[in-house]
């Protein structure tokens, strides 16, 4: 796992000729979600209202593969970012994988965000990977900006 001034790195960016690349880094499967979920508001660039109330949203999503619902989890993200003008800051995500079936369920916790500075369409599933290397799992992700 990357390091920063001697803490874990939670993402990093990756060149990537039309899109936006994030290379994302956790201890576990909820940890690479949540970094990823970091790395997709960084990219956003939202001014968050930080006097607004605490809102909270549940989140239930399944799909065949786990990359699959990671896609499907920063999309959902993204959606309620833009369409509802919120950003989330604690997570607490439960993952079960099966053979043909992945779950995540996900309570959230965030505030309003006055504005979004930089428009991504999509998380895509281009280049999107995940493997566990060591200790840590990592995976690419391409933003469709």
Do not use: W
Not at 38 to 53: C, E, K, P, T, W
Request: charged fraction near 25%; proline fraction near 2%; aromatic fraction near 12%.
């Amino acid at each position: 796992m990357s390091q920063l001034y001697g803490r874990p790195k939670k993402f990093e960016y990756f060149e990537h000729p039309a899109d936006i690349g994030l290379r994302v880094y956790g201890r576990d499967l909820p940890s690479l979600f949540e970094n990823a979920a970091a790395g997709l508001y960084d990219v956003l660039g939202l001014s968050i209202n930080y006097s607004s109330r605490d809102y909270r949203k549940k989140i239930r999503l399944s799909s065949r593969t786990i990359e699959e619902l990671l896609v499907c989890f920063l999309n959902e993200i993204l959606f309620l970012s833009v369409k509802s003008h919120l950003i989330f800051q604690k997570f607490s995500i439960n993952i079960k994988c099966s053979k043909n079936k992945n779950k995540l369920e996900c309570e959230m916790t965030g505030k309003q965000i006055s504005e979004v500075n930089r428009e991504v369409k999509a998380a895509t599933y281009h280049k999107t990977g995940i493997v566990k290397t060591g200790e840590y799992y990592v995976t690419d992700i391409i933003l469709d900006v």
